[in-house]
Nanobody, 121 residues
């Protein structure tokens, strides 16, 4: 059973950057997704990275600004977030699925507790 631990959230000004991390022993064998949910809004899939090929996808709202990557030696997945906007403010969750690639949120088997990202001047 995976225990996902997110870190790297915080308060940043518009235009700034943050890097989120998601770590767990054994994570290498899982597809990993980042999701976010703001108060009063539906959960949004932000990005996914495949378990082995490195294939990735992004929500249209973050394309060109966010980059997902993984370091299998460290059992860690990262989400580099650049040019942050106030609308990126949310709790960010990583989730893992024992599969080649991410299915929907409902199929993700393990979830972290989330890390708050606030973009404000």
């Amino acid at each position: 059973q995976l225990q996902l631990v997110e870190s790297g959230g915080g308060l940043v000004q518009p235009g700034g950057s943050l890097r989120l991390s998601c770590a767990a022993s054994g994570l290498n064998y899982y597809a990993v997704g980042w999701f976010r949910q703001a108060p009063g809004k539906e959960r949004e899939r932000v990005s996914c990275i495949a378990s082995s090929s490195g294939a990735t996808d992004y929500a249209d709202s973050v394309k060109g600004r966010f980059t997902i990557s993984r370091d299998n030696a460290k059992n860690t997945v990262y989400l580099q977030m650049n040019n942050l906007k106030p609308e990126d403010t949310s709790v960010y969750y990583c989730a893992a699925e024992y599969s080649y690639y991410c299915s929907g949120a409902e199929a993700m088997e393990y979830w972290g507790k989330g890390t708050q990202v606030t973009v404000s001047s």
